[in-house]
């Protein structure tokens, strides 16, 4: 599911054209509520009014068709309010300074529920939140408990009407860091950012603490290049530029034949920089299965560290629409509740050692019961 982005002028949002499907039951009587309320008929018969529920959703700057987190989270809310038979309303962010006039304008839709991709809408998200105590925020990949970079976790959100939707990828990362470390012939595997926010260095902890578990149990010098652990290289943004496409050239030029990079967008940059190189390099995704999300990478990607996003996004939503008394408690997705993992190898499923993936079965279950500790800014260690 692909979208065009929208330009968002003079501080006003434009809104993408929502879906409008009918929920539909499985009884031979059952009826299609039009959305918007009122009430539809099935077979001559009326049914109820339609649920008086508005769930909205706000892009970060890579927009809904960025094949990555907010275009997961657009499906997860365009599938709940198709399957509760509402309209949804989206509106997409060109730049920062669009977040709190996007907000604004959702709240001026009336709203009930708003979905905030990414941890630099956290800042204007807390400030929406606090200005509209009535209105139900879901914010993706920020606790909102420790300032736009999400630098601490206490559990507790500043705004009492915000729900984080976070995701403990350094699980998923590790195991993707193991797969590298199996598959590289130079011995050299690296990694980017776009800016070294928490949400982005999980990724990069956990692929380094892959590959080193990786070298440990299997007595091989494996390097990687782009982080150790407190500094690395980032391209300062999540634009798919000719910096991210620099950045991973310097990295190709350290013999790096694994590269993930991790920012939305930026892998382009990547992909650039491994076709100008003529060399055998190949790319480990985020967030989305790329193999499936981007066709472009499918020669190239090794596997995908995922982010169920879509599916938590829907099921708040899901959960949001019932009234009652919402819970705003943090969900953390791990690989334990298949909040995160990593995709199939696809096209390179025979090109990776034939005891890889049962390897990674074990360490998976192994990172479950707590024998091979992942340390995280989500995991306390």
């Not at 782009?226 to 496409?245: C, H, M, R, V």
């Not at 049962?358 to 990172?367: D, H």
Request: hydrophobic residues 40%.
């Amino acid at each position: 599911m692909m979208r065009m982005r929208r330009a968002v002028a003079s501080g006003l949002t434009a809104l993408l054209a929502t879906a409008v499907l009918a929920a539909c039951g499985d009884a031979p009587d059952s009826s299609t509520a039009e959305p918007g309320g009122g009430e539809s008929t099935s077979g001559g018969e009326t049914t109820a009014a339609a649920l008086d529920y508005l769930p909205c959703i706000v892009s970060d700057a890579g927009g809904f068709d960025d094949h990555s987190f907010n275009q997961l989270s657009y499906e997860g809310v365009e599938q709940a309010a198709n399957e509760l038979g509402v309209e949804f309303k989206g509106v997409e962010s060109n730049s920062e300074n669009d977040y709190a006039p996007n907000l604004d304008a959702l709240v001026s839709q009336g709203c009930n529920t708003i979905v905030t991709v990414g941890f630099a809408l956290a800042s204007a998200t807390k400030e929406s939140a606090k200005a509209n105590p009535d209105i139900e925020y879901v914010l993706i990949d920020d606790a909102a408990d420790g300032g736009a970079d999400g630098q601490t976790f206490d559990g507790k959100a500043d705004e009492p009407n915000i729900k984080p939707l976070l995701y403990d990828t350094a699980q998923a990362a590790f195991l993707a860091g193991y797969a590298a470390a199996d598959y590289t012939k130079t011995g050299v595997v690296g990694t980017y950012g776009g800016l070294p926010f928490p949400t982005v260095t999980i990724f990069m902890d956990g692929f380094k603490q892959g590959v080193e578990y990786y070298a440990k149990e299997k007595g091989k010098d494996v390097k990687v290049v782009g982080w150790d652990g407190k500094d690395g290289s980032f391209t300062g943004g999540f634009e798919a530029n000719e910096t991210a496409t620099n950045t991973a050239r310097q990295l190709l030029d350290q013999d790096v034949d694994v590269i993930l990079p991790v920012g939305g967008p930026i892998y382009q940059g990547a992909l650039t920089a491994i076709a100008d190189s003529g060399k055998d390099v190949a790319l480990i995704g985020v967030d989305a299965d790329f193999f499936e999300t981007d066709p472009n990478t499918q020669d190239v990607v090794l596997t995908s560290i995922l982010k169920n996003m879509k599916v938590s996004t829907y099921e708040a939503i899901m959960s949001a629409s019932q009234g009652g008394d919402f819970d705003f408690s943090p969900y953390i997705g791990t690989l334990e509740n298949d909040g995160v993992g990593i995709a199939d190898f696809h096209n390179f499923s025979d090109k990776v050692s034939a005891d890889l993936p049962g390897e990674l079965e074990t360490i998976k279950a192994g990172i479950i019961d707590g024998s091979i500790p992942v340390s995280s800014y989500l995991s306390g260690s």
